[in-house]
């Protein structure tokens, strides 16, 4: 993968060019360019683009919805590629994005990285209030429960379900691992998780550990 496709894919992602950018990974696929690679030095960035021209006023929401659409579209094609490795079943993880927050980009790569190191997920998907994670852990009887929030405001959230997890007797049966990108270890930490990562291998990595602990 040249700097020039690394470019250029940023550039679709910005743009929101579906079909432009999945005509790039699709050639860049069969010129043997790693999906991870592909995920790691054009996409991770090209989004991290997008969000510091949010900030700044040089996109609006519209546009990032767009931008979401086409890194969609691209996880599309590498979510197969990405989940090659698959052997079951390693342990079983709960992940949501918790109470107010929709962002589900980071929170559905986590929940790819999981599934390649053969674990296997369930997904509340986006704006699960702590009730919905108890009632999950209830029914599904997870090892490890995943919490993802991109929002300084909706990270709040993550304390909040920790303490109704705990309310409800379950504490001991699970372990807690927070993540998203004003999260830090700190917090994670502050709030009684068990584990935090920054990204979605570290995410696995971290997981691994916390099931041999287990
Ligand atoms: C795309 C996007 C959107 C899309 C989301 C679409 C979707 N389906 O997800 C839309 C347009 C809907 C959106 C809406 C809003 N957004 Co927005 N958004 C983004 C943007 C540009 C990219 C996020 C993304 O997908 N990144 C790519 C993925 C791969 O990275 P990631 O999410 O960080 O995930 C990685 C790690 O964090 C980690 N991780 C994530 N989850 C988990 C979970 C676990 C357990 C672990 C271990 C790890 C982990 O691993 C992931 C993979 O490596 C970010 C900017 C940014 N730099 O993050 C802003 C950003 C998050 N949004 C922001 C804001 C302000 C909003 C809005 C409030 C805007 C508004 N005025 O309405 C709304 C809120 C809506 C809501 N209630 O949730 C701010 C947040 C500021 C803050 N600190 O609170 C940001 C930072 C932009 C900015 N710089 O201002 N947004």
Known sequence: MTTQDIEELKNCLQNGERK???AIIEKLIANNTLPVTI???ALIPGMTRVGEKMKCGEMYLPEVLHSAGAMNAAMEILKPLLLQNNVQSAGRVLVG???GDMHDIGKNLVGIMLKGAGMEVVDLGVQAPPDKFVEAIKT???AI???SAMLT???LGMKTTIEAIASAGLRPSVKIIVGGAPVTQRFADEIGADAYARDAVRAAEKVKELLAAA
């Open 140 to 142: 599904h009887r997870p």
């Open 153 to 155: 405001t909706t990270m």
């Open 145 to 147: 429960v995943g919490m």
């Open 39 to 41: 995920l790691n030095d």
């Open 97 to 99: 994005t918790v109470k």
């Open 20 to 22: 432009k950018i999945t």
